[in-house]
């Protein structure tokens, strides 16, 4: 197990492009931790860097609080999992298992035995004799992470290794990642832009944005305590919306209309509001008190245990949550109830959570 830190860390391509932004982040021994960002933010950068494939521009990589800047990959024992599965495709799935031992120097029967140690441990074993083209890509990619496990490195880093996988398969191999984590224990970086995937494999998440860290914590804290609009809009599905909120002589408004009830922390704040923390009832049929607006039902959307609904307030949308035996259908009227308590409230210039 290696501990990794990341200090001041920058990296500036040329042209004056800057991927990184002084990025401070310290992953504790065996810890699986996930970067997650869109597209150009900096994440498969810095895992470059890590893999010394790229070389900073400033700032300091260090593995156990050695400084490993100018290490060249091998000497830093890092395996890496790529997007593409980059399988040598003229051998079969137990020597592509077994190559990263015999560049080793590993004898090739002891290297054929934990090649087909390791095919068994990933459900390959039947596979041992394929060629990659014989493979679905979820299979190709279980070779990928096996060639990287076989080696026993210190560190594991994968670059988006799920994203060109069917919907299923990536549930699947993401199970599988978890699996091999608690097995060896080892230092895990994966790099996603896929929130859902994030929060489902990461013991912290860091969260960037154009180079720079707005948020690492643990998956639970970014949905519930997101420390400013950029990390509570990324984070969570369906994801937050946003509305000004002003408290008025006659009352507190959002987004222009009345809401009795609702209190804010300033004059003026802009509401963060998670589809699932806001009810949609029949006005018939409501009997709560919570701070609520009226509005139309503009759409539906059914996922089974519960159904989206998109609400026409006075002119602005928002959506919320209603029994799926409900029987709506679109232009009925409805109640938007807003939570009792602990509505995120951000600085509207800034974005910072207030």
Same mark, same amino acid.
């Given at each position: 197990m290696t501990r990794i830190d990341l200090l001041k860390l920058r990296k500036v391509f040329p042209g004056g492009t800057v991927a990184v932004r002084d990025l401070d982040l310290s992953i504790e021994s065996g810890e699986l931790v996930v970067l997650v960002g869109p597209s150009g933010c900096g994440k498969s950068t810095t895992l470059r860097i890590l893999a010394g494939l790229e070389a900073p521009s400033g700032g300091e990589v260090r593995f156990d609080g050695e400084r490993v800047d100018d290490w060249s990959p091998r000497r830093r024992d890092v395996a890496m999992v790529f997007q593409n599965y980059a399988l040598y495709p003229h051998m079969n799935v137990r020597d592509n298992l077994a190559f990263p031992l015999?560049?080793?120097g590993v004898g090739k029967r002891e290297a054929r035995r934990r090649a087909e140690a390791t095919a068994e441990r990933l459900g390959l074993f039947e596979l041992c004799d394929r060629r990659p083209r014989e493979l679905s890509g979820g299979q190709q990619q279980r070779v990928a992470l096996g060639r990287a496990l076989i080696r026993e490195p210190r560190v594991f880093l994968l670059d988006e290794p799920l994203s060109?996988?069917?919907a299923k398969t990536r549930i699947e191999l993401r199970e599988e990642i978890s699996r091999l984590h608690r097995e060896t224990e080892t230092t895990m970086i994966h790099v996603t832009h896929d929130q859902?995937?994030?929060m489902a494999l990461g013991d912290r998440i860091a969260v960037l944005d154009e180079g720079r860290l707005r948020q690492f914590a643990p998956p639970l804290e970014l949905y519930r305590r997101p420390v400013d609009r950029f990390v509570g809009a990324f984070i969570g599905s369906p994801p937050m919306s946003f509305h000004e909120a002003e408290i008025r002589p006659e009352g507190t408004f959002v987004e222009g209309c009345a809401v009795p009830g609702l209190r804010l922390p300033r004059p003026?704040?802009?509401l963060g509001l998670r589809p699932r923390e806001l009810a @949609? +009832?029949?006005p018939e049929a409501c009997d709560?008190?919570?701070p609520r607006l009226r509005g139309v039902v503009l759409h539906l959307e059914a996922q089974g245990?519960?159904?989206? @609904? +998109?609400?026409?307030?006075?002119?602005?949308?928002?959506?919320?949550?209603?029994?799926?035996?409900?029987g709506w259908k679109p232009g009925d009227e409805a109640l938007l109830l807003f939570p009792a308590e602990g509505i995120r409230c951000f600085d509207p210039e800034t974005g910072n959570v207030l």
């Open positions: 015999r560049m080793r060109n996988l069917d859902s995937e994030a003026r704040v802009l @949609v +009832r029949k709560e008190t919570r245990h519960e159904t989206f @609904v +998109r609400l026409d307030c006075s002119g602005h949308g928002f959506t919320g949550v209603a029994d799926p035996e409900g």
